[in-house]
């Protein structure tokens, strides 16, 4: 459930920021359209609904919730229903809080973990076009690593013609895995402030420290 849950989190957040990073010639109309739409934003926040695929166990996961998302590196995730949890990524500081158990983990996200995920895009947006290969098909934009030591096979992005331009966003990694995300009632520029993406912790409740 960790790992479903900081997949999500890292998809939605780089995908984000790879269309606010300043990139030339990198991709098609559709890519540019997003881009320019993302110029002016400051913050962002929503509901999603998600659905993993997990092959190996022959296994459909479905997740609803909210994220809010403000640069650089400030993320609130916050799963609903039975197995409510919340994530939280405050620059280099990571808490996943399982509520049933009233257990919070913390860690340190270093830059070796940045590096094998798709995160690191957040931490050198200048060189995109160095580590992605951006394309359009059939009114999709996929991001495909360069790098084969990067878990994550590609994922596509399908653009909205409401306001704010992405709709859904799958994640495919290389055991043939997936996660669907589709974004839902986005505000933006709301004024979040950092103290949203500081977590408290709940009367007691343990910490775990990785």
């Not at 590609?154 to 653009?159: A, L, S, W």
């Not at 996660?179 to 775990?208: C, H, R, S, W």
């Amino acid at each position: 459930m960790k790992k479903n849950i900081f997949v999500s989190a890292i998809i939605v957040m780089s995908v984000l920021y790879i269309l606010l990073a300043s990139v030339s010639n990198a991709s098609g109309p559709i890519f540019m359209r997003m881009k320019s739409a993302y110029s002016s934003f400051k913050d962002i926040s929503g509901r999603f609904s998600q659905v993993s695929s997990i092959r190996e166990l022959n296994k459909e996961l479905s997740f609803d919730g909210t994220f809010r998302i403000k640069p650089p590196l400030k993320m609130s995730w916050k799963y609903e229903g039975e197995d409510e949890q919340e994530v939280y990524i405050n620059d280099n500081d990571l808490t996943v809080y399982k509520k049933k158990h009233n257990q919070a983990m913390r860690s340190k996200i270093d830059d070796a973990a940045i590096a094998q995920t798709p995160l690191a895009l957040l931490r050198d947006m200048k060189d995109i076009e160095n580590n992605y290969d951006i394309t359009e098909k059939n009114n999709v934009i996929r991001l495909t690593p360069k790098d084969n030591a990067v878990k994550v096979k590609y994922f596509d992005v399908y653009p909205s013609k409401d306001a704010f331009p992405i709709k859904k966003i799958v994640l495919f990694d290389k055991n043939d895995n997936t996660v669907e995300i589709t974004i839902k009632d986005v505000k933006v520029n709301t004024g979040l402030t950092d103290e949203i993406f500081q977590f408290t912790l709940p009367d007691g409740a343990t910490i775990v420290n990785n």
